[in-house]
């Protein structure tokens, strides 16, 4: 069935940037998303990229598809303090359906 | 723009007991889900609603869980009788329609069952 995979823990140093790594398996995904979730709430979309693109800049984040090996990533460049949440990585099969990881938690160190 | 509004934030009950969850989507939003997050891990589908259909409720342990939407709009969750396993954060997301490519997520409502 559909899976999709993202290493638990992540710890950087403020300024450093941070790349969070995600594997997926359905070849038939349309999108593919980064949520951030912070204590307390609900998830918050970030960003996200269409299957077809290999690429998205949007400001300090990066997303890079490698569609071949089904492995998205997201680099937070220039990491705060404030970024320190957990970041779910989640991909939309033809169905429409959006299937989440587990979630990566980032550690920012001042 | 008003948020997806979940009530209540948290609740805490006995095994056994009832418990019901709200959720106001945004307004003009056909599509609702409601996912279940136990700690440590990503959201989970439980049920979709498309108005007042239910789209996709194929992780929905039906033999305790039970939602409905009334008129298209607001949704309630319910789990009649809770389990100890039934402890997580139930979220309500809604969108424009199925197709849409982004949802927008409630705060969720924390249940802790002892």
Same mark, same amino acid.
């Given at each position: *069935?559909?899976?999709?995979? %993202?290493?638990?823990?992540?710890?950087?140093?403020?300024?450093?940037?941070?790349?969070?790594?995600?594997?997926?398996?359905?070849?038939?995904?349309?999108?593919?998303? @980064?949520?951030? %979730?912070?204590?307390? &709430?609900?998830?918050?979309?970030?960003?996200?990229?269409?299957?077809?693109?290999?690429?998205?800049?949007?400001?300090?984040?990066?997303?890079?598809?490698?569609?071949?090996?089904?492995?998205?990533?997201?680099?937070?460049?220039?990491?705060?303090?404030?970024?320190?949440?957990?970041?779910?990585?989640?991909?939309?099969?033809? *169905?429409?359906?959006?299937?989440?990881? &587990?979630?990566?938690?980032?550690?920012?160190? &001042? | 723009?008003?948020?997806?509004?979940?009530?209540?934030?948290?609740?805490?009950?006995?095994?056994?007991?009832?418990? &019901?969850?709200?959720?106001?989507?945004?307004?003009?939003?056909?599509?609702?889900? @409601?996912?279940?997050?136990?700690?440590? %891990?990503?959201?989970?589908?439980?049920?979709?609603?498309?108005?007042?259909?239910?789209?996709?409720?194929?992780?929905?342990?039906?033999?305790?869980?039970?939602?409905?939407?009334?008129?298209?709009?607001?949704?309630?969750?319910?789990?009649?009788?809770?389990?100890?396993?039934?402890?997580?954060?139930?979220?309500?997301?809604?969108?424009?329609?199925?197709?849409?490519?982004?949802?927008?997520?409630?705060?969720?409502?924390?249940?802790?069952?002892?």
């Amino acid at each position: *069935g559909e899976d999709v995979e %993202q290493s638990l823990f992540l710890s950087v140093r403020e300024g450093d940037s941070s790349v969070i790594n995600c594997t997926y398996t359905d070849s038939s995904s349309t999108y593919l998303y @980064w949520y951030k %979730q912070e204590p307390g &709430a609900g998830l918050q979309l970030l960003t996200y990229i269409f299957s077809n693109m290999d690429m998205k800049q949007d400001q300090r984040l990066t997303v890079l598809l490698n569609k071949k090996d089904k492995h998205l990533s997201l680099r937070i460049a220039d990491t705060q303090t404030g970024d320190s949440a957990i970041y779910f990585c989640a991909e939309r099969g033809g *169905g429409f359906k959006t299937i989440f990881g &587990a979630g990566t938690r980032l550690f920012v160190k &001042a | 723009e008003a948020g997806v509004a979940q009530s209540p934030r948290y609740k805490i009950i006995e095994k056994r007991q009832s418990v &019901a969850f709200w959720c106001n989507p945004i307004s003009g939003h056909a599509t609702l889900y @409601w996912y279940q997050q136990i700690l440590g %891990q990503g959201p989970k589908l439980l049920i979709q609603f498309q108005n007042n259909g239910v789209v996709d409720d194929s992780q929905l342990p039906k033999d305790r869980f039970s939602a409905e939407r009334l008129k298209g709009v607001d949704s309630t969750l319910k789990i009649q009788p809770a389990k100890l396993e039934d402890s997580a954060v139930y979220l309500c997301a809604s969108s424009l329609d199925p197709r849409a490519y982004e949802q927008y997520f409630g705060p969720g409502t924390r249940l802790t069952v002892t």
